[in-house]
């Protein structure tokens, strides 16, 4: 009797374990998925900067050229 009893808490500990590994996995899942957005806003977050950027660094260009020239 004393050896099932221990044998019934072994598996109940073995479960509590297996549902908090499986719930560490996934909230790692839930992090990944959320760096994983933040890395394609940071993407989006650059193509904006350099499409702004560009022309205004082309007019500098430009206009340290003609300033140069006269």
């Known amino acids: 009797m004393f050896t099932?009893?221990?044998v019934i808490i072994n598996i109940v500990i073995k479960m509590k374990a297996y549902n908090?590994?499986?719930?560490?996995i996934e909230r790692s899942k839930q992090l990944i998925?959320?760096?994983n957005e933040i890395e394609r806003q940071n993407d989006?977050?650059?193509?904006?900067?350099?499409?702004?950027s560009a022309p205004l660094l082309i007019a500098l260009i430009y206009f340290s050229i003609e300033l140069a020239v006269s």
């Open 4 to 6: 099932a009893k221990l």
């Open 20 to 24: 908090n590994i499986k719930a560490e």
């Open 33 to 35: 998925d959320h760096s």
């Open 44 to 52: 989006r977050l650059l193509k904006c900067i350099i499409f702004i």
